[in-house]
DNA sequence: ATCGAAATGACACTCGTATGTCATTTGACC
DNA sequence: GGTCAAATGACATACGAGTGTCATTTCGAT
């Protein structure tokens, strides 16, 4: 283990001859010591390695600079975009990101809020609406920026930023009504906790319902969460075992979407030919598939780069104008729906 | 903005009753209250909503309980699963992951680890051996276990957790040129900084020199920075125009390989027949490609699990048995090539 | 009622940094 | 040598939690 002790202030001071009240000033307001004797504490702290204690400075100032930021998983494209628009703009604040992973269990998301606001987070970005009893008293009471993200609603805690999942979901289903597919399957997935999810299934079934179009139950599906590119194969090919099967399957995930395709490709089932399969996300590799993805594309950067854009300006008592902002969606009509 | 004010120990104190030093010792050390006080104070706690200021407790016992994690990208499947495990690990110790992104900056990487260690972390994980002089200086002066991952190297640090890139790329190169592949190129990518892709392009171009092959300058390919499944195809489309194009593209990074296949079957170039295409990094869609694709499997995820758990082990005081850690990897051979 | 132990409280001090008030030193200028 | 402002220093206090020492209160058992 590399091992030096903690060097303070005070051993700047003493390495240096000065006094701590001195060394102090000559960091915090250059202004009111003189040159030479600045230059020669930012030496002592070079030749000493003196680095400052932000939990000190935090305790005094009462602000950590700390933002905690909450993702059901890292190992999903669109959340690690999200997390990354996050960290680029708070870095360019000088703010450090606390991760927090929720595997989409509200006690694992009420035990991130929880630990951030015992560290002083300024403030707490969360993603959905969806939180335990015991979360939402915590945001509520929290004293800073809460913003919640990846979907919109109206029970808005605070600020939010997203897109509706409803609406995206809704538009890709009349677009495929539209396009004449007549027996329409839904692959709906990780609705746990999960506004997101059910919002979408229910953009389907309303987009389905306005069409006067009735939904069987067996065309309702669900993949296990959280969602992988392994489940969507199984799924279509007992859908397309059917002896009705459907001429189009709407995945709510992207994922699994891919994984039927490469799965209908590998057994001769043609796309949209066959089967048409529509996705939700569209990934870089979605575009480029043997049969381009027809898909919904999320602004998962963009909406992580907002949602800390909107903490900073709240933050430096900047008002924001709306505290609810929708970065859109884009239907993506590409050629496999 | 969510509002109510901090709540301290004191407060609790005040509303409950009691001296400070009871409700603190009702919170440390529950054997020398009356379980009658215990309760009271923690029926206060929950009313008035206290949550403990874990600054002010670290500053006192020398112990942040967080950790710093520095990634080159989250923004890739394989890092993402990395931290991922790293978060999982550390969470299971009630420990905070404080995640920094170096988009392979040496600057970037230098600056995330002095936040770190100025936020008092207890220890640093950090990909790869390639550092900055001034980061080396602080690693070396930083008082706690410092992990460098992702590679192995003998001018280790402290701990490490990796696997030899070298090696992956060198076994990789003989399998193809075992398999009778006469005229292999190789592409790399992201160098800069980046002793993974470095070893991965000497471990290729040894395993070649090993077999008396010579390589021309011109079957040494890069894609630039970050890697993207897009810089696959336009680069192979460029290879398979030359009126002698290679056999074999060992690609050292696995986007570019998918997007290299992607772009052969779209034009009716035959995997692996007119080009056999291997990759380096094993996600989960190479497996289901259309032409399953040869590759290296990486252990990301257990790579940021074991890192955290050394971690850990130190922190603990337990001995940790061997600082060097190789997790491996393995030769996934596929349909590709 | 008395004793003793357990429970609780009071006070001072720590961690590293920051700031406000007031005192002292330094140096330049006349 | 005297004056004044700038630079520096000393001291106290604060942030929130925690500990050590010692004093006081409470309560049960005798």
Redesign the pocket.
């Given at each position: 283990m590399p091992s030096g002790k903690?060097v303070?202030?005070?051993d700047v001071s003493a390495a240096s001859?000065?006094?701590?009240?001195?060394?102090?000033?000559?960091?915090?307001?250059p202004e009111?010591?003189?040159e030479?004797?600045?230059k020669k504490v930012l030496k002592t702290i070079d030749e000493i390695g003196?680095?400052?204690?932000l939990m000190?400075?935090s305790?005094?100032?009462?602000r950590s600079n700390m933002i905690g930021v909450v993702v059901p998983i890292l190992t999903s494209s669109l959340f690690a975009d999200f997390a990354q628009g996050a960290e680029t703009v708070l870095k360019g604040a000088n703010l450090q990101m606390l991760l927090g992973v929720s595997q989409r269990s509200r006690e694992q998301e009420a035990e991130a809020v929880r630990t951030f606001i015992a560290r002083q987070a300024d403030a707490i970005i969360v993603t959905g609406f969806t939180h335990s009893d015991a979360c939402h008293k915590l945001l509520k009471a929290f004293d800073g920026p809460v913003v919640e993200t990846w979907n919109l609603r109206p029970e808005a805690l605070d600020i939010s930023v997203g897109y509706s999942n409803f609406d995206a979901s809704a538009d890709m289903t009349r677009y495929l009504i539209d396009k004449g597919y007549r027996n329409i399957a839904t692959v709906g997935g990780a609705f746990e906790n999960n506004d997101q999810a059910t919002d979408r299934q229910n953009g389907f079934l309303n987009a389905m319902r306005q069409a006067g179009r009735s939904v069987p139950a067996e065309n309702i599906l669900a993949v296990p969460n959280p969602t992988t590119i392994e489940s969507g194969g199984p799924l279509i090919l007992s859908l397309m075992d059917r002896k009705d099967p459907p001429d189009a399957v709407f995945f709510q995930a992207e994922l699994p979407a891919q994984g039927a395709m490469m799965a209908c490709l590998s057994r001769g089932i043609r796309v949209p030919e066959d089967v048409a399969i529509a996705g939700f996300g569209d990934l870089s590799i979605s575009r480029l598939m043997p049969v381009p993805m027809t898909t919904i594309k999320i602004r998962a950067e963009e909406m992580g780069q907002r949602a800390a854009e909107l903490v900073v300006q709240r933050l430096n008592k900047d008002e924001v104008p709306t505290s609810v902002e929708d970065v859109g969606f884009e239907l993506m009509i590409r050629k496999s729906a």
């Open positions: 903690k303070t202030l005070k001859g000065l006094s701590l009240i001195t060394v102090s000033r000559a960091l915090r307001r009111t010591v003189q030479e004797t600045r003196y680095v400052p204690n000190a400075r305790l005094v100032s009462n």
